[in-house]
């Protein structure tokens, strides 16, 4: 005898023809905007449409660190705005989204790379985060497995200390998020696929998917690295993003070594331990674009390498896992959160490269408002579509590529 299964948030609801909202996309920013467009602005009547299930993309498929010390005037108050929300939002949706503010030590392997910190800092702190230098041997006393010895390629000179930030389950804030989105009204289809957005006299009419045409008044395409192609070939809307992929992996369990995320820009590895003991690792994005998930042999060899110097404790461990997904990277390395003057009713939210998931509670509470309102709220002005036309990128690039002592 086989029971019949449902979702953990609640009974399949059957597809409508028509919703006031349809959101495309199953990920963190899709499912964190219906809640809030329900909580906030008591707007229920959404559907939330995913080719396969939600959480498959980027919202599974990262290694779940969450800070506020970006580099530029613009990104810092929304991220620090989503570091605050993770305990809010864990009473709010009675989920344990295990958030741990274990802090990230960032460290730098030239002068350069030291001088760049303070002014990463100085954006901090002038906008209330709390982010602080320190030297090597203050980063061994937080981390001791640091190795700080001259023998390595990028000798460690110091780092960049914030301890607000740290790791959030990702798999548990989809849960959550569906959850509580669900339990105000909101539709969750999965197995749905969108294939053409219509239009009618400059608005948004109906998005046709695989289970039948659905009639709406707005329109969000937040689906991570497919957003564009979707956004390109539905609406001709060419947008200014790269789809790369980016690997991560995880080792055998270990006793605690790690008390901190610990990310190299010069390596370009980043690392930390999870409540199971496992190093959850990840690196930079591979730099040619494509739409493939599949891992590749350099980058193993890559990560095992990078982390045998700067935390030679962990050489001889084996990797057990490995994973890959999609970066959806524009130019300046900030996302586009933005309607469009030609389409009434239709917004974006896509571009996050390798911060989507950092972002994702204060991106929805946002993108609800810019929704609800239909008015952009001041936060999200920066992010706009046209700053690529006026020449106004984002200096956000720099806070990786300044790091590295070959730049």
């Known amino acids: 005898m086989f029971l019949k299964s449902k979702p953990m948030w609640g009974e399949k609801s059957p597809l409508k023809s028509s919703y ?14 219906a809640y809030f467009l329900a909580k906030e602005h008591g707007i229920t009547d959404i559907a939330i ?3 396969n299930y939600i959480g498959f993309g980027g919202a599974g498929r990262n290694t779940a660190i969450v800070r506020a010390n970006q580099r530029t005037q613009y990104n ?9 929300l993770w305990p809010v939002l864990t009473k709010e949706l ?8 274990c802090g990230n030590l960032n460290l730098m392997h030239s002068e350069a790379a030291m001088k760049a910190a303070r002014m990463n800092i100085a954006t901090a702190q002038f906008h209330g985060v709390e982010s602080h230098l320190i030297d090597a041997k203050e980063a061994k006393e937080l981390v001791p497995a640091l190795n700080i010895s001259e023998d390595i390629t990028f000798p460690i000179h110091g780092a960049m ?10 798999d548990a804030f989809v849960w959550g998020l569906a959850k509580g989105a669900a339990k105000r009204g909101v539709e969750i289809h999965q197995q749905t696929e969108a294939q053409d957005i219509i ?11 695989s289970r039948g045409t659905i009639n709406a008044r707005q329109v969000l395409v937040s689906a991570g690295g497919y957003s564009a192609s979707l956004i390109s070939g539905m609406l001709g809307i060419k947008l200014p993003i790269s789809v790369l992929t980016i690997q991560a992996m995880v080792t055998q369990p270990l006793k605690p070594i790690l008390d901190h995320v610990v990310s190299s820009g010069a390596y370009h590895c980043y690392a930390n331990q999870t409540l199971k003991g496992e190093i959850a690792t990840g690196a930079h994005m591979d730099q040619w674009p494509n739409y493939t998930t599949l891992n590749t042999a350099h980058y193993i060899k890559h990560q095992a390498e990078a982390l045998s110097e700067f935390l030679p404790c962990l050489r001889g461990v084996r990797f057990m896992r490995i994973w890959g ?3 959806d990277m524009t130019p300046d390395m900030a996302p586009i959160m933005d309607g469009n003057e030609q389409v009434e009713g239709f917004y974006m939210d896509c571009g996050w490269g390798y911060f989507g998931f950092k972002s994702s509670a204060a991106v929805g509470k946002y993108m609800a408002e810019f929704m609800a309102k239909e008015s952009c709220p001041e936060i999200l002005k920066p992010f706009a579509l046209k700053r690529y036309e006026e020449h106004k990128l984002m200096g956000e690039t720099a806070a990786l590529v300044n790091y590295s002592p070959d730049n």
């Open 199 to 209: 239009t009618k006299n400059g608005r948004i009419a109906a998005v046709k998917t």
């Open 20 to 33: 006031d909202t349809v959101i495309i996309g199953g990920g963190l920013h899709s499912l964190a905007t």
């Open 76 to 84: 810092v108050p929304l991220y620090k705005e989503a570091l605050d």
């Open 94 to 101: 009675d989920y344990n989204l295990m958030f741990n503010n």
């Open 161 to 170: 200390y914030h301890p607000p930030g740290g790791v959030v389950r990702h």
């Open 325 to 327: 997904g999609l970066a």
């Open 49 to 51: 449409i995913e080719k």
